[in-house]
C-alpha cells in the first residue's frame, strides 16, 4: 500500500502518499494540538500506528486531552499501543546524546514492530524544543537524512517547530530540511514549498504537459487516421456503388445494343407479314369488286392475312420477351430455346451477309442459371463477328452453333464459322475492349461477350477451326452448380 | 396494250409474300412466276416476255441487287421493280442508277406495286416492239445485194447518184436502178428514212434483239 494516499488530517495538505516528510511551525500551543489531533485522528481511523514525541510547551496531559477530545475511543487506542506519546527529550537526546544511527534505527524498529503487528504504516510527530541546544547542526542533518530515508517506506513524519523560537536562519534550515513547510499562526493555515519541491513540481508539470501533449498529438494522429479512414471507406463505398452503378448501366448498354443490332431484322421479321397483310388485303378488294367477283380468293386471301397477322404477333411477343427478360434477373436459362430465338431474330443479318446458320443443339444440355438476354447478346456478338469473319469468302458460308456439355458437367457453347481465321497477333487481344481488325468495327462485340460470359462465371476462348476459320467456344456452370 | 400476255416473274424468299402477290397479280389479269431465289429463277429458263420482274433485295444466296447488277449489264433488260423491307436510301440510289423501274419499300400500297408492274410492262413492251423492228430492218438489210448496199452507204451519206457513180465507176443509171431496189427492200418511204434505219443499224451492231435469261 505504499503507494496509496494517506489522509494527512491537515487541511491544506489533504491526502500525501508514504514518505511524506513535513514540518509546521505553529504560533501559539492551541494551534500545534489543533493539527496533531487532526493528524492522529486521521492516523488512527487510517489503521496506521501514532508516534508522538512531545516536548514544550505540549506536556503530556495537554497531548492527552486534545486527543480524547476529538478521538472518542482514544483510551482504548491508547491502552492497546496504537498510539504512543513520548517526551522528545528521551527518545532524540537519550543522556544528551544526539546519536542519528540510533534515532534512524529506533524509526526502523518501531515501522518494523507496527507492519508486524498488521498496521499499514507508521505516523509520527515530533516536537523540535533543540533550537537553542548545541545540536542543531546535527538535527538539520538528521532531518535531511530522514527525508530521504523516508523513500519508499510506509511511514510519514510532522516535525513542529515553534515560531517564537525559531531564527530566521533556523527557519530557512528546517524548511530546506522537508519537502513541506506548514504554518499555522492564530488559527490560519499558510502552506510554503521547497524550491526542490516547486523544481519537482514544475518537472512534474512540465512532464505532465509534454505526456498530455504527446497524448494530444497521438489521439489527434489517431484522430487524422480514423478521419482517413473514414473517408477512405465512405471513397470506398462510393466506388462500389459506382461500380455497381456501371454494372447496371452495362446491362442496360448491352440490351439497347441488343435492340439496336436486331432493330433492322426485327424491322425486316415484322415488314415481312405486314406486307404480306396489306397486298392481300387490295387483292381480296379486287377479286371482290372485279367484274365476275371470286369469292374463293377472297376467302383464300382473308385467310392469308389472318396468318399473317398472327406471325406478326409473334414476333412482337419475341420482341417483348427479349425487353422484359432483360431486367438482369438470373433465371433458369434453357439455353437452346435462347439460341433458336436468337438465330430467328437475326435472320436479317445472316441474310445481308448471306450466311447460314446450323444448329446442333444436344437436346441434355444443362440449364443454366443467368440473364437470358445478356446470353444472347454474348452469342449474338460471336454470330454476328462469324458473319463478318466470312465477308467475301466463296462458296458455303456456314456458321455452326453448338450447345453440348463439357466433361465437368457445364453448359458449352460454341459458335464456328469458315472464315479467314485468326491471325495469331490478333488472338490474343481478340477479347481486349476496342480491338477489332475491321475498319468500321467498334471492336466491342468480343469484350461485352466475354464480360457477359464472364459475370456468368463462364470462361471463353478461341482457337482455329478445322479446315479453316474460327471456333469461339465458351462454357456456363449448369444451374444450381457453383461457379468454377 | 397488245401483243402477247404479259408474265410477272415475282423473286421473294417469303412465301406468303410471293403468295400475296400472286393473288394480287392475278385479281387484274395479269400471269404470276414465282421464285424463293434468283438461282431458281435461272434454272427456269423461263424468260419469255413481255413481263417484268418483281425483285426483293435481300435473298438468301445471290442478293436482288446483285442480280440486277448482272441483268444492267445485260442487252434488253427485263424491267425490274424492287420491293424491301429494309428501305435505305443508299440501296434504292443504286438500285434505280441501275436502270430499275421503281423501289417499293414493304409494305406498300398494292396500288404503287400494280402501277410500277403496268409502267414495267410498258416499257417491256416498247422495248420487244424495238427489238422487233430491229429484226425486221436486219432481215431487210440482209436481202440486199453488196453492191446495193455499197450503194445504200453512200446514200446515207447523202452524196449525189452522179459521185455515187464516178465512185464506184458505174453510170448514173444503173445507180439510180440500184437505190430504187434499196428503198424498195428496205421498205424505206424517204431518204430520210434510209438514213435513220442506217443509223438503227450500225448502232446495234453488236447486239443481239431479244436476248433474255
Keep these: 500500500m505504499i503507494d496509496a494516499e494517506r489522509t494527512t488530517g491537515i487541511e491544506p495538505l489533504g491526502d500525501m502518499p508514504w514518505g511524506t516528510h513535513v514540518c509546521m511551525f505553529y504560533e501559539t500551543k492551541d494551534d500545534l494540538l489543533y493539527t496533531l489531533a487532526r493528524y492522529f485522528r486521521a492516523a488512527l481511523q487510517s489503521n496506521e500506528r501514532c508516534v508522538w514525541a512531545i516536548s514544550e510547551p505540549v506536556a503530556e496531559a495537554d497531548a492527552k486531552n486534545a486527543l480524547s477530545r476529538i478521538i472518542p475511543d482514544f483510551e482504548q487506542h491508547l491502552a492497546e499501543g496504537t498510539i504512543e506519546i513520548l517526551p522528545a527529550h528521551e527518545w532524540y537526546l537519550p543522556g544528551d546524546r544526539f546519536d542519528m544511527q540510533k534515532i534512524t534505527r529506533g524509526w526502523e524498529e518501531k515501522l518494523a514492530a507496527a507492519l508486524a503487528e498488521g498496521f499499514d504504516g507508521l505516523r509520527v510527530s515530533g516536537n523540535a524544543f533543540w533550537m537553542e541546544t548545541e545540536h542543531w547542526e546535527e538535527f538539520c542533518q538528521y532531518e535531511r537524512e530522514l527525508d530521504g530515508a523516508l523513500f519508499g517506506r510506509p511511514m510519514m513524519v510532522l516535525c513542529t517547530y515553534s515560531l517564537h523560537r525559531s531564527r530566521a536562519v533556523e527557519a530557512m534550515d528546517v524548511a530546506r530540511a522537508h519537502q513541506f513547510t506548514l504554518a499555522r499562526r492564530r488559527g490560519e493555515w499558510e502552506i510554503i514549498e521547497t524550491p526542490e519541491l516547486r523544481q519537482a513540481k514544475q518537472q512534474i508539470l512540465k512532464l505532465k504537459n509534454e505526456l498530455e501533449e504527446r497524448v494530444l498529438d497521438r489521439t489527434r494522429e489517431l484522430v487524422e487516421v480514423n478521419q482517413r479512414l473514414r ?217 461485352i461477350t466475354r464480360t457477359i460470359v464472364e459475370a456468368h462465371g463462364g470462361r471463353i476462348w478461341a482457337s482455329p477451326a478445322s479446315p479453316a476459320g474460327t471456333v469461339f467456344r465458351f462454357t456456363l456452370p449448369a444451374a444450381g452448380a457453383a461457379p468454377r | 396494250m397488245s401483243g402477247a400476255p404479259a408474265t410477272v416473274i415475282v423473286i421473294d424468299d417469303d412465301p406468303s409474300v410471293r403468295e400475296a402477290i400472286r393473288s394480287l397479280l392475278r385479281s387484274v389479269g395479269l400471269a ?19 413481263g417484268c420482274l418483281v425483285l426483293d433485295i435481300r435473298l438468301p444466296g445471290q442478293s436482288g441487287l446483285d442480280f440486277h447488277d448482272e441483268l444492267a449489264r445485260a442487252p434488253n433488260r427485263l424491267p425490274v421493280i424492287f420491293i424491301t423491307s429494309h428501305g435505305d436510301i443508299q440501296m434504292s440510289v443504286r438500285a434505280m442508277k441501275a436502270g430499275a423501274v421503281d423501289f417499293l419499300t414493304k409494305p406498300f400500297r398494292d396500288q ?68 430504187g431496189q434499196v428503198m424498195r427492200k428496205m421498205g424505206a418511204r424517204s431518204v430520210a428514212d434510209l438514213v435513220r434505219m442506217a443509223d438503227k443499224l450500225e448502232t446495234t451492231e453488236h447486239s443481239t434483239p431479244g436476248m433474255r435469261y
Design chain 1, 231 to 447: 473517408v477512405e471507406n465512405t471513397e470506398r463505398e462510393r466506388a462500389e456503388a459506382a461500380l455497381a452503378k456501371a454494372r447496371t448501366e452495362l446491362a442496360r448498354v448491352a440490351r439497347l445494343t441488343t435492340m439496336g443490332v436486331l432493330a433492322a431484322s426485327i424491322a425486316h421479321e415484322i415488314n415481312q407479314p405486314l406486307a404480306a397483310i396489306v397486298i392481300n388485303s387490295g387483292a381480296a378488294l379486287r377479286w371482290l369488286t372485279n367484274e365476275k367477283p371470286d369469292l374463293a380468293e377472297v376467302n383464300a386471301a382473308l385467310g392469308r392475312i389472318a396468318l399473317d397477322a398472327h406471325r406478326a404477333s409473334e414476333v412482337i411477343q419475341h420482341i417483348r420477351a427479349l425487353v422484359t427478360e432483360g431486367k438482369s434477373e438470373h433465371v433458369d436459362v434453357d439455353i437452346n430455346d435462347a439460341i433458336r430465338d436468337l438465330v430467328r431474330l437475326m435472320r436479317g443479318t445472316l441474310r445481308e451477309h448471306r450466311a447460314v446458320v446450323r444448329l446442333a443443339l444436344r437436346r441434355d444440355v444443362p440449364r443454366v442459371a443467368g440473364d437470358r438476354l445478356q446470353l444472347q447478346h454474348a452469342i449474338m456478338n460471336l454470330v454476328s463477328n462469324a458473319a463478318e469473319a466470312m465477308t467475301g469468302v466463296k462458296g458455303r458460308r456456314e456458321i455452326v452453333i453448338r450447345a453440348a456439355t463439357d466433361e465437368a458437367g457445364n453448359l458449352l457453347v460454341s459458335v464456328e464459322d469458315r472464315g479467314r481465321g485468326l491471325d495469331p497477333d490478333s488472338a490474343e487481344h481478340l477479347f481486349d475492349p476496342f480491338f477489332t481488325t475491321r475498319p468500321e468495327g467498334m471492336g466491342m462485340g468480343l469484350a
Design chain 2, 32 to 50: 404470276v412466276e414465282l421464285f424463293g431465289t434468283v438461282k431458281e429463277f435461272v434454272d427456269s429458263g423461263k424468260v419469255q416476255g413481255p
Design chain 2, 112 to 179: 404503287d406495286l400494280l402501277d410500277a408492274i403496268q409502267a414495267a410492262i410498258q416499257r417491256d413492251r416498247a422495248r420487244m416492239a424495238e427489238d422487233a423492228a430491229l429484226v425486221d430492218l436486219r432481215r431487210r438489210s440482209a436481202e440486199l445485194t453488196t453492191r446495193e448496199q455499197e450503194v445504200m452507204r453512200h446514200v446515207v451519206r447523202g452524196r449525189a447518184n452522179k459521185e455515187i457513180a464516178h465512185e464506184l465507176g458505174v453510170s448514173e443509171i444503173t445507180v439510180k436502178a440500184h437505190r
